[in-house]
């Protein structure tokens, strides 16, 4: 069974960090692509960032250059790295296993909240 555990959310100042973990299992993680989303109050869910499992990545225009995706093939997680962080980034950050087109699995997510 594919399970999908996120950790590290939290509310943080603007300009603050924090950095997220997923945590996987019942699939080879190794091999898998995974990704970062994240819905905001109100709004759809938005791809944030990807990472294959040769270590390309890949990432949403405006975290470029804030957020770095990472992974440990050894502890079977990934991981998000966040920066600078700002208000709009405000949202629940949900771990993606992608294995095609309608073909996902996602976990829980976990709650980020920027704000003074």
């Known amino acids: 069974e594919v399970q999908l555990v996120e950790s590290g959310g939290g509310l943080v100042q603007p300009g603050g960090s924090l950095r997220l973990s997923c945590a996987a299992s019942g699939f080879t993680f190794s091999t898998s692509t995974m990704r970062w989303v994240r819905q905001a109050p109100g709004k759809g869910l938005e791809w944030v960032s990807g990472i294959y499992s040769d270590g390309r990545t890949a990432y949403l225009d405006s975290v470029k250059g804030r957020f770095t995706i990472s992974r440990d093939n050894a502890k079977n997680t990934m991981y998000l790295q966040m920066n600078s962080l700002k208000p709009e980034d405000t949202a629940v950050y949900v771990c993606?296993?992608?294995?095609?087109?309608?073909?996902?699995?996602r976990g829980q997510g976990t709650q980020v909240t920027v704000s003074s």
């Open positions: 993606v296993l992608y294995r095609g087109p309608g073909d996902e699995y």
